[in-house]
């Protein structure tokens, strides 16, 4: 019964370490700004982002401090272009 109640910790012990490994997320975020050479922000400039191997792409526009997010980006090489909102 000893070894029963042990080998029922274990296996229990086991599943949940898999589930938790499992559920971990791989996935990422890309974050950036755009500036005009001046240095001022650009606000409403569209960014594209493109994975390289799949050519896959999302676009975003800028906010009011010239930033832009990507989120939950599966890992991959991404290129990154922008055009002005103007």
Do not use: W
């Not at 569209?46 to 989120?71: D, R």
Request: glycine fraction near 10%; include cysteine; hydrophobic fraction near 40%.
């Amino acid at each position: 019964m000893k070894n029963l109640c042990k080998a029922s910790a274990l296996c229990a012990l086991a599943v949940l370490s898999f589930i938790t490994a499992y559920s971990q997320a791989v996935n990422g975020t890309l974050l950036g700004s755009v500036t005009d050479s001046s240095g001022a922000v650009v606000v409403n400039a569209k960014v594209t982002i493109t994975e390289q191997n799949t050519n896959i792409s999302h676009a975003a526009v800028t906010n009011e401090s010239g930033n832009y997010s990507f989120g939950d980006l599966p890992p991959g090489r991404y290129s990154v272009a922008g055009a002005s909102g103007l």
